[in-house]
């Protein structure tokens, strides 16, 4: 099935199908119940009309009137609108709750849908009091529509507009009191089409039936008077507005029964007015069964063009980085060229410098050992240190330091001789130890501090312990 | 199934599988593979970089003028110390003091050789103790190459000085050889 969302016009009698000239160049046929005329219509004119001489009934017919008919006018455009009343053409009204517009089209799509052939649809809305909404759907078989287009195609047509006869006859309403509804009817092939509408386009109704106005015009001017009754009902408003086209017997007796205070125009059913009527629909109408088809159709190619463009932009972009990365890469090679070049050079100066670092290395470990083997002058420098702290009442004899290489320290001991009585000789001892605790060989007494042993002439002093360790 | 609406997306799709595969099945096999058989080169060549800069010429050069001038300066073994110990000697002399050295016995591989040394005032050296300081302060000095671990001074009734010392003495050729390890 052909998916077709339709244009759905606004609620209310002031909302209907924007009109206006077709633009550019057009090929109108009206194919009403096997009578086919044609017109090109060019710059907002519509030319000459041709009638096919015999009855067109099935789509080889359509295809040769088709022929004809541009041999005729020698049209070499591609638009083609057809104003169609056909047996394969349906128009079914839908009654339903009234909806957002995306609802509705959700609500409609399921209607259409149900159409065993699937069907290319669309759908007007109509004025209805009692009902929340009524539409009047429009059903173009999908196979039928395919054949359709496949013999444009053949001919380089395209078809942009299919029409139903109510909307060219509620085009011809235009005249008259705004605000005030009008009744079209029409007789095509023994079936009868009457639709209720405002001027400028605004559709309340629309009916058909079988029914010949040649021999059954009493049957014809009820079913216009139930129209007409119908319309009142349900807008509350009377038409007092009928034009009807077909034969004489019929319009007779429509206005018999309906004409009391009321303006009827009758004259024979005229393609031209129907076709000048259809030119001047615009594609956008919604009674038009193919233009959102057609619209949708755009929408997918181009979304399909779009895709088609992304795919190959991103076959571009792929090419473009294997091009950059076979260009890096020979790049790459090259420098490696180079290096492979003077590789020989390489491994000579790599030698060296292995060399060069190993001797390096060699020499600075050489220069730290020696460096760090040397002890600082500790030993060296005690003597001298320890001979300017010494008091005059106090000798030394013996005066030893030494760096002990387990402990990872250096210790001293310190003999010699005070003079003098045992507190001057305390004294003098308690000062220098607390000289070289308190200066900076941080010097840490062994316990007990100075020793002190009474001798002849004066005291034996003994003094131990270890340096910078206070 | 109809082919023919498929073409605008199956042939640039064709054409980036055609790519792709390039890319995973040729391209990049061959690329990592010839990075794998350069790498050896590269690797060379980074190190070299590494080398250069890692020591400059000036840098080398200058390590080696200090290292040679400090094992010219020093005993080439502990077996060869009697030339260094006889400067020393000489040196006391000139201090007035008498000195003997005895050299210990060095580990093998040690690059420090042990010895002792007994000082005795010579004769006639009437400023013992100031003397005595100016060896040690010698025995300090960097270009001396020694530790001093031990050191006994003794002064007897008669203010006679003796001096005992355990030194140690770097030895070149051990030390250049446990450097270059």
């Known amino acids: 099935m052909s998916a077709v969302l339709p244009f759905l016009p606004q609620a209310g009698a002031g909302a209907g199908p924007r009109r206006g000239p077709a633009r550019g160049r057009c090929l109108v046929l009206a194919w009403l119940a096997g009578d086919f005329s044609a017109a090109a219509c060019a710059h907002g004119g ?41 047996e394969r053409f349906l128009h079914r009204v839908e009654m339903g709750p009234a909806l957002a517009p ?11 849908g149900r159409h065993a052939e699937g069907a290319v649809w669309s759908a007007e809305r109509m004025a209805a009091v009692r009902q929340d909404a009524a539409y009047v759907l429009h059903l173009l078989p999908g196979p039928f529509h395919a054949e359709l287009e496949q013999i444009l195609r053949a001919r380089g047509l395209r078809l942009s507009r299919v029409l139903p006869l109510s909307a060219a006859l509620l085009s011809a309403l235009d005249a008259g009191e705004p605000g005030r509804p009008a009744l079209a009817a029409a007789e095509t092939g023994g079936v009868t089409t009457v639709v209720v509408g405002w001027p400028g386009g605004h559709l309340a109704f629309t009916r058909s039936f079988r029914a010949g106005w040649e021999g059954e015009a009493p049957r014809v001017s009820v079913e216009i008077n139930r129209s007409l009754l119908y319309a009142k009902q349900q807008l509350g408003a009377t038409v007092d507005r009928i034009r009807l086209f077909g034969a004489e017997p019929a319009i007779a007796e429509a206005a018999a029964r309906c004409g ?12 031209r007015p129907l ?9 956008s109408h919604p009674a038009n069964a193919v233009g959102e088809h057609r619209r949708r ?7 399909r063009l779009g895709l088609a463009a992304a795919c190959w932009a991103l076959v571009a972009a792929l090419a473009a980085a294997a091009a950059s990365d076979r260009a890096a890469w020979r790049a790459e090679s090259a420098a490696f060229q180079g290096l492979r070049a003077r590789g020989d050079a ?6 060296r410098l292995l060399l060069r670092q190993r001797a390096a290395t060699a020499d600075r470990r050489f220069i730290a050992q020696v460096e760090a083997g040397r002890l600082p002058p500790v030993a060296a420098r005690f003597p001298a240190y320890v001979g300017g702290l010494l008091p005059a009442n106090l000798r030394l004899t013996e005066l030893r330091v030494e760096w002990q290489e387990g402990a990872r320290r250096w210790s001293f001991h310190l003999a010699g001789v005070i ?21 900076p060989l941080r010097a840490r007494a062994a316990e007990g501090g100075a020793a002190l042993t009474a001798q002849p002439g004066g005291f034996a002093f003994n003094l131990g312990g270890t340096l910078f360790e206070n | 199934m109809k082919i023919k609406p498929l073409l605008p997306f199956l042939a640039p799709a064709a054409c980036a599988a055609a790519l792709l595969g390039w890319r995973w099945a040729v391209f990049a096999p061959e690329v990592r593979a010839q990075r794998e058989a350069r790498r050896p080169l590269q690797e060379l060549e980074r190190e070299t970089l590494r080398l250069r800069e890692a020591v400059s010429e000036a840098e080398a050069a200058d390590l080696g003028r200090r290292a040679g ?23 006391f002399a000139a201090e007035r003091w008498e000195g003997a050295f005895t050299p210990g016995a060095a580990e093998p591989g040690e690059g420090w050789a042990p010895a002792r040394l007994q000082l005795r005032p010579a004769a006639g050296n009437d400023r013992p103790w100031p003397s005595l300081l100016v060896i040690l302060d010698e025995f300090s000095a960097p270009e001396a190459h020694m530790g001093l671990t031990r050191l006994a001074i003794r002064a007897d009734e008669g203010g006679t000085y003796s001096a005992e010392a355990s030194l140690r003495l770097a030895c070149a050729v051990p030390l250049r050889e446990k450097s270059a390890q």
Request: aromatic content about 4%; cysteine-free; overall charge neutral.
């Open chain 1, 46 to 86: 519509l030319g000459e009309a041709w009638s096919a001489g015999g009855r067109v009934r099935a789509l080889e017919e359509f295809e040769a009137a088709l022929d004809g008919a541009r041999a005729a006018l020698g049209y070499n455009g591609t638009e083609v609108a057809l104003l169609l009343e056909h």
């Open chain 1, 102 to 112: 995306a609802a509705a089209r959700a609500h409609l799509q399921g209607r259409a």
């Open chain 1, 260 to 271: 009391e205070n009321r303006e009827i125009v009758g004259a024979p059913l005229s393609l």
């Open chain 1, 275 to 283: 076709l000048e009527a259809a030119a001047a629909l615009p594609v």
């Open chain 1, 297 to 303: 159709r755009g929408l997918r190619r181009r979304l």
């Open chain 1, 346 to 351: 390489l491994r000579a100066e790599h030698a």
């Open chain 1, 419 to 439: 003079r003098g009585d045992e507190e001057g000789g305390r004294a003098a001892a308690a000062a220098l130890q607390d000289k070289l605790e308190h200066g």
């Open chain 2, 69 to 91: 001038a400090l094992a010219a300066a020093l005993p080439q073994t502990p077996e060869t110390l009697a030339p260094a110990l006889g400067r020393w000697s000489r040196r």
